[in-house]
């Protein structure tokens, strides 16, 4: 008995073990040898020409991707890419609203041939027309919220499938909002796009998982942009929410890009189906 104690015992010494190098010494050979995390990828990103699509274009660039930016303005797009240039990334740009079938084809056609394909997709571009009751809502505000926020994802991935495959593992990023659990005041089908969206990860991963292709969702809070500003503008949601904000502040677009450039990078390689909320906050469900 006390022979296995002893054994035991130097087993967990043995994994504990940690070779004596000074620290200083561990992390600058770390620095040396590491290589951008995402060099020799494509990163495809809907609605990036500002605010957290934005800050994901910058990240996942950053991190050694090259990045295409889209949205629908030329003169937002065309910004971007010099914004992006200036700091020595690697980036291009297309027009694209998302739901719009002609601009999503474009975009393939130039994925596909001017990059290979496609290693990342980032579906960031949302939209809410509307402020006021849920059925007080036209067909044409449901249509336009549903044609933008949930269907525009699905079908610009199937029309990239096919270049996806061909370049091996891939990451899928949908881009919800905590509305999808925890409905915004007078934003009814909006909140309603964003749960759809919650679905829609789960069910892509489960259907992709074979080809290799992992589906998650980025769940963001209230994020100090343009729309994030007239969300807070128009709806009591915030003063509602401070009653559960951990944080007690508003995000920051930047505040969302590292969990992307995680789901991007290998050291995700085995998480898929996920909505991951960033808000500064737990949700109780
Ligand atoms: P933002 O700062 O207003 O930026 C929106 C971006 O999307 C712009 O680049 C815009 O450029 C583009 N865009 C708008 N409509 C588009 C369309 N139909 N097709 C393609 N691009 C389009 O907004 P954001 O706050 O970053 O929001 C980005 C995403 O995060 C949205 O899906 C939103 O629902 C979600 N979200 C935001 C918050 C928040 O508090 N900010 C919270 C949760 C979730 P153009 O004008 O040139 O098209």
Known sequence: MLIDMFKTLSFARGALFIP?????????????EKKRILADKVAVITGSTQGIGFA?????????????VSSRKQHNVDRAVVTLKE????????????????????????????????????CAAGVNPLVGSTLGASEQVWDKILDVNVKSPALLLGQLLPHMEKRGECSVILVSSIAGYVPYPKLGPYNISKTALLGLTKTLAVELAPKGIRVNCLVPGIIKTNFGNVVVRETDFIHAMKKVYGMQRIGQPEDCVGIVSFLCSPDSSYITGQNIVVAGFSLKM
């Open 87 to 122: 700091e020595g990334l690697s980036v291009s740009g297309i027009v694209c609203h998302a739901g719009k079938a002609e601009d999503r084809d474009r975009l393939v056609t130039m994925v596909a041939e001017q990059h290979g394909g496609a290693d990342f997709v980032v």
């Open 56 to 68: 994901i274009a910058q990240r996942l660039a950053r991190d050694g991707a090259h990045v295409v």
């Open 20 to 32: 004596r190098v000074p620290l200083s010494v561990r992390m600058s050979s770390t620095r040396v």
